[in-house]
Each structure stands twice: as C-alpha cells, then as structure tokens.
C-alpha cells in the first residue's frame, strides 16, 4: 500500500467521486477458519480464514432523495495479486456482501480469494431489508428498483476501482465477478450492459429471465393451492419413482440421475394416479398430477418479453426430495413448503411462491393489497415489459464482450426448483445462434451439474471456477470437462466423499430453436 497499511486505511475515509463517500477503513488482522455447526447452504458453514486487509464500508448517495443509498464493501489486502474480485447478491438482495467468503461452487478447504491476494467488494445493490418487511417492497421506488436491475454492480465497481488506486496507486490489472442465483443474473448483466468492465464472469444457476420465473413461480404456488398440494410423503413418492426410472442409466446406481431431459422422457406422473376411490400417500390425485404437471410446463406469456422471449422453460426432473433447510432443498423447500400456499404467502410457504407473489405484488401490479389470485398479466402490461426490459439478462449478443477478451462460464445445476436451469441452457443456446458455435467457444462455457440442487447440495458441486477463469483470461487455457467434488464439512477438516465429471453442455436441439431432445443421452465427450 502506498503509505503502508494502516496510515493508507485510514486515508480512505471521507467524500470520493460520484457521490461515493467512505463511511470507515479499518486495517484487519489476520484471521483463522471457522467452521458452523449449521447454515443453510454449505459454503455458508465456513468462515475462512483471511488476511491481513483493509476493510471499506461506505455507500452511494441516490438521486432521489426518497431512494436509499447504494451501501457497498471492499476489501483491501495488504498482500495484492493485482486482481479484483466482485461478488453477487442473492434473491431480492437487501443485505451487504462482505466478500469475505467462499464465492459460488469454491471447494470448502481452499484458501479465500481474499487470501489469495484478490481486492474484494459487494454490495446491498441500493436497498437494506429489514426484519418483518417483504423484500419486494423496495422495489415501489423507481431509482432503488433501477439500482437492483443493474446500476448499483456498475457504481459499486467503480468505486472499488477508485479505492483500489488509492491504496495502491493503480487499478486491477484484472477484473473478476462471481455469483449465484440472482448474483448469476448479475454477472450476465455485466456481460451485456457493461462488457469492457470484467475480464471473467461466473454465473452459476443465473435467474436471468427474471419476469418469467417471478410469473412462473406465482403459478406453481395457484396450481398448489387446496388439493393440489402434495404432502412430503408423496414428494418421495415422486422421487423415489424418478430414481427408479432413471438411476442406473449411466451405469451407477448412485441416486444422482446423470441424465435428467433423457429421465423427463421415462417418468409420467400419471403412473402414480390414484385408483377410484382411493386416497393416502402411495399414489396422487388428479389435482395433483396436475400441479406437477404445471411445474414441468413452460410459462407461456401473450406478447413478447425483452429480447424476443414469450416464455419460461419448465422444469424438470430428479432432486424432488432434497431435505429442505432454508433456500436448499427440492420441492419442499421451494415449491410446496410446509403447508398449502395462502393469500397472503407466510413463512410456511414454498419460497417461489413467496417470491413470486410478492414479485406481483411490489414489482408488476406495484400493489401490496393485492389478491394475487386475481392478477392476470395482460392487465399489467407496459410495466411488465419495462420491468422486462431492466431485469431479463436474456441479450445474447455478447459480441463487445468478446471483442473485449472477456471469459464467461455458466453452471447450470439440473435439480434446481428455484430456477429452470432450461433458461440458462436456452440463453447458452441463443448466445451460439447469434454469435457462432465456434466464436462462442472462443469465450463461453456452459457446464451442467446432474443432482445438484439451487445452493450446491445433493451431489457433487464443488469445484474452483476462479481458478478457471484465471487461466483463461491470463494464460489462455480454455477449461474443458472439469471434476465436481463433493465435500463433508468437519471443523477443522474437510473430508471429500466423492467426485463426479462436470460436464460441458452437450450440443442438443432446444427450446427456441426446436423441441428439446429428451432421449440424447448425457454424458461426457470421450
């Protein structure tokens, strides 16, 4: 650091350009690994250890005096590598990212990009949550909803790159993002609202069509509502039918279908109907054959989102009875919860509905008394296609990111009920169609994990995409098929269970351009 450590810390702090203001810069040291008993997804069990560094709290003021500031975090090393690592949100954000922990799929037992000497930074996106509020209820004001489309990740790294010169006296030489779920969002957004700020982008499980899951989970909260709700008896049911259609077709009978569009063909939920007259948990009704048979279809929307989509992929199959624990599970946890979805949802509710409704609620109708039951979409159409237009990183032009040198890696994980992870898959596809399969490969992987749910559980999902990216954008080795590694959190050890190949997409035809081929086979190129 250009006056060392603690004397350049401390010079952090006061008003910096556009609006950006350094609230406190205190030196950290070092710290050791920590390790919960419980949390609710894996990576959020480790705290790890860190070094020593410079942390950075300060905001952005808005334009809007009613508008809340853009709060935001960077994390100085005393030990730079050079680079910058900027971490993603998570559902409706709302919270600051310390970037202080493992980044989305990091093995567990490998030192923190902090560690390894990355300039860290997050960000609440614009907005704080707070306890008892819906976190959609932000989104009634237009420059806090703007911020959390996509202006808040750009002033935010900018301000880190300001810190960064700084303390340091340059900016990163190159420039990281890395996240997951409406973080995945993020990192695609930068990829084609700002393609000359990021050298590599990580989107794992991206919620890049971002109007049509908020529509589509709504629905699969209505389709559930009285009879169509399925007991968690029933939900093992389901699985348990799904593996034994399924299992075994890659040659292991591990539970983990290796093939899950090839098992969308080879399991109808129709085999489990319930004779007449017969009641109980060994078989379904019809109302809720039909509830999974509304999961399994697409959204069809009357008139066009942004960039040309009407539609949402449905989901699919297999991870149905991955044990719910906050946002990790199957349906359990996202789809049904613990009890039949109200009006208004509460906390027994599967959290796409309470997303969804919510999303209606605040976002689309910009009505928090409204009966959802009662939303029809095509009443609610110009603000529809504006909110489509702000949070649908479905653009798949990604030709100035090319031309910038950009790296782009997708993870996809195919028991995901939070997302179809057909949507990422569908996107990967259209970016090849407009650019070229070949000059697509030039800068962009797409990777599916086989039994792996939305936060990283239920088969093998740890694997080092910082590393990845590394290498290519520096040393140009593109990634090929890569090992997933699934690990046994034990403080202060980590014990791996076992490995699976990770694949990279197969080329099959698909939604936007042909039906999709349920019967390829999926597997790893010989």
Request: charged share 20%.
């Amino acid at each position: 650091m250009v006056a060392g450590p603690a004397a350049t810390c401390a010079g952090l702090v006061g008003p910096a350009a556009d609006a950006v203001r350094i609230d406190s810069a205190e030196l950290q040291a070092p710290s050791q690994l920590a390790v919960a008993e419980r949390a609710p997804t894996p990576s959020a069990r480790i705290a790890p250890a860190n070094p020593a560094f410079c942390k950075v709290l300060g905001h952005i003021e808005p334009v809007d005096p009613k508008a809340p500031p853009i709060r935001f975090e960077v994390n100085l090393p005393v030990e730079w590598n050079g680079r910058s690592l900027q971490y993603g949100g998570g559902g409706f954000n709302g919270t600051l990212i310390s970037a202080l922990g493992l980044p989305p799929a990091y093995p567990l037992d490998k030192p923190s990009p902090l560690s390894r000497g990355f300039v860290t930074y997050g960000t609440d996106s614009g907005h704080e949550t707070k306890p008892g509020e819906p976190p959609q209820s932000f989104a009634l004001n237009d420059e806090a909803f703007e911020n959390f489309a996509h202006r808040s990740y750009k002033k935010v790294r900018d301000a880190a790159f300001g810190l960064t010169v700084r303390a340091y006296g340059k900016p990163p030489e190159r420039a990281y993002f890395m996240g997951s779920s409406e973080g995945g969002r993020e990192a695609l957004t930068m990829a084609q609202r700002y393609p000359d700020d990021f050298d590599g982008l990580f989107a794992r499980v991206p919620v890049i069509n971002w109007v049509g899951l908020q529509h589509a989970g709504t629905r699969a909260g209505l389709a559930t509502m009285g009879e169509g709700w399925i007991r968690p008896a029933q939900v093992k049911l389901v699985a348990d039918a799904v593996r034994n259609a399924c299992d075994g077709s890659d040659g292991a009978e591990d539970g983990v279908i290796a093939d899950a569009p090839g098992c969308r063909a080879k399991f109808d939920p129709e085999s489990l109907r319930c004779s007449e007259g017969r009641t109980g948990d060994d078989c379904l009704t019809p109302a809720q054959i039909a509830a999974i048979n509304t999961l399994h279809a697409p959204y069809k929307f009357s008139f066009a989102m942004a960039n040309g989509l009407d539609d949402y992929p449905g989901w699919g199959v297999s991870g149905e009875d991955t044990p719910p624990f906050g946002p990790t599970g199957g349906w359990l946890a996202w789809w049904l919860g613990k009890a039949a979805p109200v009006q208004p949802p509460n906390p027994n509710n599967g959290i796409a509905w309470i997303y969804g409704a919510g999303g209606i609620q605040y976002v689309f109708a910009r009505d928090p008394k409204l009966d959802v039951t009662t939303y029809k979409v095509e009443d609610h159409r110009a603000r529809v296609l504006e909110v489509s237009a702000l949070m649908d990183s479905t653009n798949p032009d990604l030709g100035r990111f090319r031309a910038h040198g950009g790296k782009l890696i997708i993870l996809e994980h195919m028991s995901d009920y939070a997302q179809s992870p057909y949507a990422g898959i569908r996107y990967f596809e259209n970016v090849e169609h407009k650019l070229g399969k070949a000059e697509t490969a030039e800068f962009a992987r797409l990777y599916t994990a086989p039994g792996v749910d939305h936060v990283g559980s239920g088969a093998p999902a740890n694997v080092d995409m910082l590393d990845a990216l590394v290498g290519w954008v520096e040393q140009g080795k593109a990634p090929g098929d890569l090992e997933v590694v699934e690990q046994k959190v034990e403080a202060p050890s980590f014990e791996t269970v076992r490995t699976l190949p990770l694949c990279r997409w197969p080329a099959w035809p698909h939604y936007r351009f042909g039906p999709l081929n349920l019967a390829s086979s999926f597997a790893c190129a010989p």
